[in-house]
């Protein structure tokens, strides 16, 4: 149960020993002689689950309510540099501006003229002059698993939904180590039959991005420094 469950419980409880120590309501007497200590037992039960939940909010919720609040800060930082670490791949394919649009996703057949005019043994554009798409592939791959590890070393307060996304893009082809154009000895001059495997990846990325403005995207605005007006 949550805390809002919880709370609304021990609002119930405190309802029935107000009742019984203010009011005239008694018990009914199902049983000659039960009344009195079945009203005794509820009073205890309610008393002890007050005190219980007292002790619970401020030694237990409190404190990790202040732990995540200042962790979510730090996964959603890390989030959104994985999200726009991977865009950097769609801008150089696409040759655009660097900040171009997060949501704009190609489509595997559109993955697969992007990818056909990709020599990979020649300069990427836009990010590096003098090196090679292998390198920004690979150099984009050993960002994101980086900031995946340091996220789940941040520990319980990573959401479920969250690892999941992560832990599969981890699986992926895309980010496997020395698979195909991650690897330096990659020797074909085009990416073309790779289109499903970025295609895949990046819809990750996509449900990725949803999780982030959908739960983390205010965190890391709280996180950004006032702005100050002169």
């Given amino acids: 149960m949550n805390i809002k469950g919880l709370s609304i419980?021990?609002?119930?409880?405190?309802?029935?020993?107000l009742i019984?120590?203010?009011s005239t309501f008694k018990i009914p007497e199902l049983i000659e002689g039960t009344a009195t200590t079945a009203e005794t037992l509820i009073y205890t039960l309610c008393i002890s689950y007050i005190a219980s939940f007292i002790f619970y909010f401020l030694n237990v919720y409190l404190k990790?309510?202040?732990?995540r609040d200042s962790i979510l800060p730090l996964i959603a930082n890390e989030v959104i540099l994985i999200i726009v670490n991977n865009q950097?791949?769609?801008?150089?394919?696409?040759?655009?501006?660097?900040?171009?649009?997060?949501?704009?996703?190609?489509?595997?057949?559109?993955f697969k003229q992007l990818l056909k005019d990709v020599n990979?043994?020649?300069?990427?554009?836009?990010f590096y002059k003098n090196k090679p798409w292998t390198y920004l592939f690979q150099n984009?791959?050993?960002?994101?698993?980086?900031?995946i590890d340091k996220i789940f070393s941040l520990g319980k307060h990573i959401d479920d939904q969250l690892?999941?996304?992560?832990f599969k893009m981890q699986r992926t082809l895309y980010l496997r180590e020395d698979y195909a154009f991650n690897s330096s000895s990659f020797e074909k001059d085009s990416l073309t039959e790779y289109s499903l495997v970025f295609y895949n990846?990046?819809?990750?990325?996509?449900e990725l991005l949803a999780f982030y403005e959908k739960n983390l995207k205010k965190y890391y605005e709280r996180s950004l420094p006032e702005k100050r007006i002169f």
């Fill in 9 to 17: 419980f021990a609002v119930f409880c405190l309802v029935i020993v």
């Fill in 163 to 166: 690892r999941v996304i992560l």
């Fill in 88 to 110: 950097s791949i769609i801008n150089a394919l696409k040759q655009k501006p660097i900040n171009s649009s997060l949501k704009d996703l190609p489509t595997q057949e559109e």
């Fill in 120 to 126: 990979p043994k020649k300069n990427a554009p836009m």
């Fill in 201 to 206: 990846y990046f819809e990750l990325i996509q």
């Fill in 20 to 22: 019984i120590d203010f």
């Fill in 64 to 67: 990790e309510k202040r732990e």
């Fill in 140 to 147: 984009r791959r050993k960002n994101t698993t980086d900031k």
